[in-house]
């Protein structure tokens, strides 16, 4: 069966550095996404993505975040100075648009000392 | 965004049926019932979705009420695998993001 898969399952970090969080999409998905769960809290949607641009985002989704489909696999989330209160589990997904439902990778957990 | 509520938690023994509720009285006539769960250390997983009609697959099935403004989630015969945060999500389709809540805290008893 097919699935999302994210690289590295986990990235721990300085504050104000970059990372980039790297995830493959199921082959024949259309659109994409990122989602965060700070460790205890609610699942946190924070962008969409379809047709090589962003679709929607969400207040969290600020300046310091950008996406990008570098090639026809790879789907990654850029966090460019990173803050401690961005530490949380990050995950991928990917849904068909025809049937609406989103797949989710395993998560990256994104730890900022 | 129309808004559900489910109950914190709820408990249930291994091999016995599981009725899940969820209301969502403020539904809009295009907004689909999707429910995912999340089992512990793992990302959400898509369960079933419906939009009127009750809908079955192999994980569960989902009863709508004819007025649409509740539903419920079934799982026939529950495992210790079943174990997990139920949630139930209004969703458009699309490019939408998920606008998941608290959900429903499942605990399965041997």
């Known amino acids: 069966e097919p699935e999302v898969t994210q690289t590295p399952s986990h990235q721990v970090t300085q504050m104000g550095q970059e990372v980039i969080l790297r995830c493959v999409p199921i082959s024949n998905h259309l659109y994409f996404y990122w989602y965060r769960q700070i460790l205890g809290q609610k699942v946190e949607f924070l962008v969409s993505?379809?047709?090589?641009?962003?679709?929607?985002k969400s207040e969290i989704f600020d300046d310091q975040f950008s996406v990008e489909r570098p090639d026809g696999s790879n789907f990654t989330l850029k966090i460019r100075s990173t803050k401690l209160e961005d530490s949380a589990m990050y995950f991928c997904?990917?849904?068909?648009?025809?049937?609406?439902?989103?797949?989710f990778g395993p998560g990256t957990r994104l730890t900022v000392t | 965004d129309a808004k559900t509520t489910q109950p914190n938690s709820m408990e249930s023994n291994e091999e016995e049926p599981v009725h899940l509720p969820c209301n969502h009285s403020t539904i809009s006539g295009t907004d689909y019932i999707h429910w995912y769960r999340q089992l512990p250390s793992q990302g959400p997983e898509y369960v079933i979705h419906?939009?009127?009609s009750n809908v079955n697959n192999r994980m569960a099935s989902l009863a709508i009420a004819e007025d649409r403004k509740s539903s419920t989630l079934i799982l026939h015969r529950a495992t210790l695998r079943d174990a997990a945060v139920y949630y139930c999500?209004?969703?458009?389709?699309?490019?939408?993001?998920?606008?998941f809540g608290k959900g429903t805290h499942l605990i399965i008893q041997p």
């Open positions: 419906g939009l009127t």
């Open positions: 999500i209004l969703d458009r389709g699309g490019a939408d993001g998920l606008t």
């Open positions: 993505f379809y047709n090589n641009e962003i679709s929607e």
């Open positions: 997904a990917s849904s068909d648009f025809r049937s609406g439902e989103q797949y």
